[in-house]
């Protein structure tokens, strides 16, 4: 069934919506006006199956950081990628933020492979600038997908594999020590551990950087001091070699990455239709009085009765299972689940694929609480969203590129 998730990393979950900034023509607010009504009327009626279909991500620390690696097919947030395809890597601008130009950080992966030969694994990827002022700039800019290429502080990547390909073995991973890829991946940035190094630092000439700015950022954090001792301890190329290689948990400089956990996928129906308990669960990271608390301040920011309503009703969703960082539903005619009314695009909002020009559907939504478990302050410039909804190409088009673009909406509180 297409759009189901295999292994325990992750299944099926369900969406959201949101109102746009620019001022068009009245012509086109009335149709737009029209366009939400309508979807406001299929969310009605679908959802008592998205109850039923909706599966929803929570996060737990890894036994084993191993058990992350790319060869065992994970669902993981914060930490580093762990690239479908090792090799071909997304290149150029596509690593950084349109905004602000700094290359983008690691948010989460979710595998979500289809009964399609050329989908055999499949794993979307999720990046994000961490400066606030580029998120609300990126909000603004959702808007223009229609009109002209927009510019971006949150990206997605789609990656797919048939099961006979260069990298994996053909069976399932038995997820032991003697379990490996079948080929190493290209050498990542030192510092960051996520894009493709693609600059040599000048001085040990081992060191690899995916932009000047992370050269810098690595040096000024003492890098600069331990090329002589670098270049000693990696004077073997072929120790240089294994350090590539995806058997090894990977090492970056940069103290700055999200914490790194793996997800974990349940049913919502496998929720009862009753407020939870104050102790939350026996998997709770954190205590659901703060959970609540941090849910509810953003209540705060609402001025509209309409955008409170919308928020209350969203609250009594997600109370049922307060933890959830994820909600997939990958199904024909699905929508987020909007935290709020305003902000919600329209079904021509939303654009047709940069591949094979077909339709895009919705297909998971992060969280807001996925902010309190990569330890974001809650202070007046952190970074902080209602929700993110993530739409990709209903057909999962084989495209040349191997990391094709899809598109993100951002709501924020």
């Known amino acids: 069934m297409a759009g189901t ?14 109102t746009s900034l620019d001022d068009d023509s009245d012509q086109e607010e009335e149709q737009k006006e029209q366009d939400i009504a309508m979807d406001d009327d299929d969310e009605e009626e679908e959802d008592e199956e998205a109850r039923n279909s909706v599966i929803l991500g929570f996060v737990k620390n890894p036994k084993r950081a191993r058990s992350l690696l790319r060869h065992f097919f994970p669902s993981k947030a914060g930490g580093v990628p762990a690239w479908l395809d090792p090799e071909n890597l997304p ?94 991946g290209a050498a990542l940035c030192s510092w960051c551990g996520t894009w493709k190094g693609s600059k040599r630092c000048t001085g040990c000439r081992k060191a690899l950087y995916c932009s000047e700015k992370h050269w810098i950022k690595h040096s000024r954090s003492g890098h600069e001091h331990d090329c002589q001792r670098l270049r000693i301890q990696l004077g073997d190329s072929s120790s240089a070699n294994s350090e590539s290689t995806s058997t090894v948990i990977p090492k970056v400089a940069s103290n700055n990455l999200w914490p790194e956990y793996k997800i974990i996928q349940e049913p919502e129906s496998s929720y009862d239709t009753e407020m939870p308990d104050d102790g939350v669960g026996t998997n709770s990271l954190i205590s659901s009085n703060r959970m609540d608390d941090g849910l509810m301040s953003i209540a705060d920011n609402f001025t509209g009765d309409g955008d409170r309503k919308s928020w209350a009703s969203f609250h009594v969703r997600i109370a049922l299972a307060p933890e959830q960082i994820l909600r997939y539903f990958r199904s024909p005619g699905a929508n987020p689940l909007w935290p709020v009314s305003s902000g919600r695009p329209s079904t021509a909002d939303i654009p047709k694929c940069s591949y094979c020009s077909g339709p895009m559907c919705f297909e998971f939504q992060i969280m807001p609480q996925l902010l309190f478990y990569f330890n974001v302050k809650n202070d007046v410039n952190s970074l902080d969203w209602a929700t993110i909804a993530v739409y990709t190409c209903e057909a999962s088009c084989d495209a040349s590129v191997v990391y094709k673009e899809e598109f993100a909406w951002v709501q924020l509180s």
């Open 5 to 18: 998730l295999k292994g325990d990393g992750t299944e099926e979950f369900k969406g959201l919506r949101i």
């Open 91 to 184: 290149s150029g601008r596509s690593c950084f933020c349109d905004i602000c130009g700094e290359p983008l950080q690691f948010v989460l992966q979710v595998y979500a492979p289809e009964e399609k030969e050329s989908a055999f694994h499949r794993t979307l990827f999720v990046f994000m600038c961490t400066s606030m002022v580029c998120l609300r700039r990126d909000q603004h800019e959702q808007w223009k997908c229609q009109r002209d290429k927009p510019s971006r502080s949150v990206k997605v990547f789609r990656c797919q594999l048939p099961r006979d390909n260069p990298f994996y073995s053909s069976e399932p991973p038995k997820k032991d020590s003697t379990d490996d890829p079948l080929k190493a």
